[in-house]
Structures are given as C-alpha cells and as structure tokens.
C-alpha cells in the first residue's frame, strides 16, 4: 500500500485544517497533486509576464516530455501520442477519420458512452452505415462469442470500452481486439475510465486507437486528453480536419499531412494545462503506476464488500475484474437525493444517468446510480465515514 498521509501531503485540497471532506469523484474529475497545479499556474503566470508564445519557448522540453510520459505509461512510443482537450475530442478525431460507405458497420460496446454512440448515429446517417451493439454477456461484459458471430468485412469500425462511466465493469479488450481484427475491423479503445487506474499496455491490448481524459484518474488539470493511433493505422487515416500543425502548406495546391499521430492535434492549445497533465502523469510514474492501481482497486474492494450489508443497498456493478468505480442504488431514496444528502456531509459522489449509458441502463430498466469513485488518497476512515453515512440514509 501506499503511503497514504504522503499522497495527502501532496494535495492542497487536504490542507485544511479541520475534517477533511471525503472524496470520491475521480470518475469524474479528480484531486490533483500540488505538482499539476503549480505548474500550469506558474505557466499562467510566466504567460503573463512575457507573453505565450516566449513563455513556451521557455518550456519546449517539458512539453515533448508530455507525450513521453504519456507514451511510458500505456507502453507506446512517443509519436503515436496526439495531445487534445477531452477524451471526446480525441475519440472522435480517429473515428470521423475512418472511411465509411454504405452499408458499412459499425460495432458499439454494449455499455458505451452516449458521446461515443451519437457520433457512430452521425456518421452511418450520413454515410448510409449502421451501427449495431454488440451484445452483453451473463456477467455483463462484452460477449466475444457474440461478437465473432456479428463480424464481416463490412464491421468498419469496433468501439470498445475499457471501463465504462455507469459502474465497476471492466471488459475483455485484448480478446475483443484479437476477434475484430480477423476481418480487418480498426479497434477503437475509450479509455477515459481506466486510464490512471487500471494498468494499460496498447502493444499488449493490441488496438488500433486510444483516447483518455487527463481530469479523471490521471489526476491532470480540466480541459486535457490524449490519443494513442497505432503508427501503421496512423499513416492511412487522414484527419476530416486539418490546420497547419497536423499538416504543411507545400504549395499552392498542396499540403502534406504530418508524419505522426501529430495530424491530430491542431497547433492552438491551453499550454498551462498540457504541462499539468505532463505533470500529473510523471506524477504518477513516480509513485509507481502498479502501486497506485492495487490501491484504487483495494478501496474500491472495501466498498463492495462493506456496502451489500447495509439493508436496502444494491451493488451495480457488472463484470468479473472490477475497476475503482462503484455503482450503487439505495430502495426508496434517488440517487439524487443519496448525492445530495451525503454532499451535506462533505461527501462528494456523482450521479450517472441512463442518458450516459443508454444501452446498458435500459437494459437493466435502471434510470440512474450512484457511483462512489476513490482514488489512492482516501483513507479508510473516510470510506468507513461514508459507509456509515449510507448506512444513515438508507436506515
Ligand atoms: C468521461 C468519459 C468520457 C468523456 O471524457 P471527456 O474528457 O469529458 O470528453 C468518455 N468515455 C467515458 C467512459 C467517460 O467516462
């Protein structure tokens, strides 16, 4: 285990002096380390001082030293990293980038997410595509069985959730990948909920595409997402959109599309916050990444495993391996009303909606849970304080 008094020396938010709130909304958006903030305000600052354009001159290293982070992080190499704003933003930078014609297909994961879902709706609209779910399995997790039997080669495109928003649910993606690349299918990975938390090796997992979001696990400031594009994939797509980072103007009727997964980056960017994220992840490669994820994943364990005997508590979480997020719903009190009744308290949870995860919410006539998401840094007695608080108003 972590030194948890350590972790918490590091973040301002517990420099309070009295009780310090209970934080478990790094699915959403998370606490960072002192680290990430004083360097994107000190980056703020120096803008301020000197301008943006010398203030990043001064800090070039450091920004090729995000990729590289990044790329030591997921096992990748450094040039097939694209720096974004959201996870969204990166996701739909590959998957608008991917050629479709009529009839072709495109497979979305059975708990995807609603951004993800309506652009695949806008794409086969105008393409004349269609996009099917692939099916659940018992435990709720992709059924690979099911999805061998969906594949052919009109299957343009495979959207696969590593861990989706709505629960502890963590799916087979090396397996689905190996099964969708038979006929030729590009695998899609949304990474947003693993990333920071569950170990990722893309070599290993095998996809053809990645997006994360730096504000949730990874610890990174608002306004920050990657995307890893496999470099053999990368040099076919060419990006629907184009400025002068992601290509050069050659001629008068020409331009050439950047060499690396930089043609999806465009050249304007929040500088400040892109250093936070750099530091947030060589944050976290110091702590050691595998040290971090046996932590998320021993106080998620001591939710489940507490929650269930509290009378009138049901656990949502589906799927045999589980990630840090633990889905929940109370009889006769709305996961509205649990959220702000605990926020009272100073327990921070969030509420997902079936509007985030239609297809698996409707699939479970669930309209909404709560989800309680705590990260490395939150102590067992502040686990226990929100047990007991549960425990309170489900009584
Ligand atoms: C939060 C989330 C996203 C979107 O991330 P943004 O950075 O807000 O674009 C995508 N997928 C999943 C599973 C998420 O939880």
Known sequence: MLDTDRLRADIPAYDTAGPPPVFLDSAGSSLPPRIVVDTAVAHLRREAEIGGYRAASERLDDLAAVKTAIATLINADASAIALSDSASRSWSDFFYAVPLRPGDRILVSGSDYASNVIAALQRARAAGATVEAIPS???????????????????????????????GLVNP????TRIAHRVGALV?????QSAGQIGIDVA???????????RKWLRGPRGTGFLYVRPDVCREL??????LHSA???GPQDYRVAPDASRFEFWECDVAA????????????????????????????????????IRGITLRDLGTEHSGIVSFTVDGVDPGQVRETLRAADITVTVSYRSSTLLDMSARRLESVVRASPHCFVTLE????????????AG
């Open 274 to 309: 892109r250093l936070g994220l750099g530091a947030a992840v060589n944050y976290l490669l110091d702590l050691g990444p595998e040290n971090v994820y046996a932590d998320v994943a021993a106080k998620a364990r001591h939710l489940r495993e507490n929650l269930p005997s």
């Open 137 to 167: 399995d018992d435990t709720g997790q992709i059924d690979l069985v099911a999805l061998d039997s969906m594949l052919d080669d009109s299957v343009k495109i495979v959207s696969l959730l590593h861990a989706p928003t709505n629960g």
């Open 238 to 243: 060419e990006p629907s959109r184009l400025d």
């Open 188 to 192: 899609l990975l949304d990474a947003c």
């Open 382 to 393: 502040e686990l226990d304080r929100f047990l007991e608080a549960v425990d309170r108003l």
């Open 248 to 250: 050069a103007w050659t």
């Open 173 to 176: 993606v090396a397996e689905a």
């Open 204 to 214: 290993e997992l095998g996809v053809d595409a990645m997006s994360a979001t730096g």
